[in-house]
């Protein structure tokens, strides 16, 4: 059997931490930002981790079992 290539998308975008968990960054945080109060995009800047119903799928991109 071939290697699994791991998406080259989902690679920049999430990271594992150490107890196997996925963080993510919050979306709405790259541009239009004069409009968002100072309390929101200091509410986006902290990482995230995936949803349990999505976790799967993250993984499958990684190539994780």
């Known amino acids: 059997m071939p290697k699994i ?6 690679k920049k975008r999430f990271a594992l931490t150490g107890s196997g968990k996925i963080k993510r960054k919050h979306a709405f945080k790259s541009h239009i930002l004069t409009k968002k109060t ?9 990482f995230s981790t995936v949803a349990g119903v999505d976790e799967a799928n993250v993984k499958a991109l990684l190539g994780i079992r």
Request: hydrophobic share 15%; net charge positive; glycine share 6%.
């Open 5 to 10: 290539k791991t998406n080259s998308g989902a």
């Open 38 to 46: 100072k309390k929101q995009k200091r509410n986006l800047t902290h």
